[in-house]
């Protein structure tokens, strides 16, 4: 067994880090202020080749592999979980059913510019009435001659209204259940698809989450993912990386907030030495240090297992479910280590505390990351 990280992969730390901390972190407070996506950074992103991780050269990637694409999400999100959330929907979600169910049309028309950075991806699968249970959509896919015509709506959609393509869910049959749901692709611009409210959010601000609405909106035949009736395994199958994705995103969170609350200790001063010589403080930030390397280890094999074509389901759900906890107690006690300071916008670790709650809830809430782990470990 070997926990290194190899050469590239360690290279590859070191360029998103330096990317990290000199072109994201400076506008991280300003961006979730003012609740603004920057396109630039995306496209700096696309630059370094961060767009396309894990997929081949031949259709635009940079060949690397799954751990790779944990440490990058990791440390976006160690400086802004938005950016992070950005990266990982754009690849976890929507790259990655095209690549890994797409014909090879698809792959060479929207994975390469997917890859490439030159389009951004997003993942539509939530509706108002289908959160948790998916399979309840009422999206609605009908087939008219060489078209299929989607008509529904579909809420919370991470990078909606910026992104530029769409993998979408929807009813091809709304009495046969989870069996009835089919995957589209869906461009930015086509009639009869537009978007509607813009979430208002208590954190992830500079990462917009919109309504996408579809009217009689006309989906050529050929842009179908997959079988009829193949989405709910497609959904599923990517929402296992997907969760590795959100996992890392917590992990950042985490190590930032305890980065911060660690220096803050070590400076702040209160009867006559470092607060961080009281063992009620060090005692703090070791219990963060120790459940953060627990996450990232989990994080990291799952990566691995999916990079190897070993099972990651499981890994990947206990992953999210234990670095999600991890980010927000963590997140919840850098305040703490700050006192009062640590409750102002003049201080970062509040925006990481916000952030990090996101981390339980979407790709699956905490409860659903127990149902599939549970469902798992009692399995004959
Ligand atoms: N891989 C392959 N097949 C799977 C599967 C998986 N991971 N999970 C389920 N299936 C199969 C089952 O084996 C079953 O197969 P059969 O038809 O042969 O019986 C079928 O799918 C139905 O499975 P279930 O009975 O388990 O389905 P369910 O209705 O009970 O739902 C669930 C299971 C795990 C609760 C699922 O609905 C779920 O994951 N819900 C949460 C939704 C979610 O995570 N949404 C995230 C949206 S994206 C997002 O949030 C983006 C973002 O953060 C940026
Ligand atoms: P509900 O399903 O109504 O759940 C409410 C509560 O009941 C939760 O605590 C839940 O855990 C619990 N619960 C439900 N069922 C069970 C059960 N069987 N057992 C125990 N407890 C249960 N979706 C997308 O498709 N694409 C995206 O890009 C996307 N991005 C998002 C971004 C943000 C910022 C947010 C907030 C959401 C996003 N989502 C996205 C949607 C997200 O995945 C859902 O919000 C999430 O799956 C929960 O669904 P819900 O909000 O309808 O809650």
Known sequence: MNFQLTEEQQMLRKMVRDFAVNEVEPTAAERDEEERFD?????????????????????????????????????????????GVTLSAHISLASWPIYTYGNEDQKQNFLQRLATGEALGAYALSEPGAGSD?????????????????????VWI???????????????????????????????????????????????????????????????????????????????TTLDGGRNGIAAQAVGIAQGALDKATDYAKEREQFGKPIAKNQGISFKLADMATNIEASR?????????ESEGLPYQKESAMAKLFAGDTAMNVTVEAVQVYGGYGYTKDYPVERYMRDAKITQIYEGTQEIQRLVVGRMVTKD
């Open 39 to 83: 396109r630039g950074i995306f496209d700096q992103m696309a630059e370094l080749g961060l767009t396309g991780i894990p997929w081949p050269e031949e259709y635009g990637g940079i060949g690397s592999d799954f751990v790779s694409y944990a440490i990058a999400v990791e440390e976006l999100s160690r400086v802004c979980a938005s950016t």
């Open 297 to 305: 280890l989990l994080t990291y094999q799952a990566a691995y297992n």
């Open 134 to 154: 998916v399979s309840s959509m009422k999206t609605t896919a009908k087939l008219d001659g060489d078209h299929y015509v989607l008509n529904g709506s579909k």
């Open 158 to 236: 991470t990078n909606g209204g910026v992104a530029d393509i769409y993998v979408v869910f929807a009813k091809t049959d709304m009495d046969a259940k989870h069996k009835g749901i089919s995957a589209f692709i869906v461009e930015k611009g086509t009639e009869g698809f537009s978007f509607g409210k813009k979430e208002e959010k208590l954190g992830i601000r500079s990462s917009p989450t919109t309504e996408l609405i579809f009217e009689n909106c006309r989906i050529p035949k050929e842009n179908m993912l997959g079988d009829e009736g193949d989405g709910f395994k497609i959904a599923m």
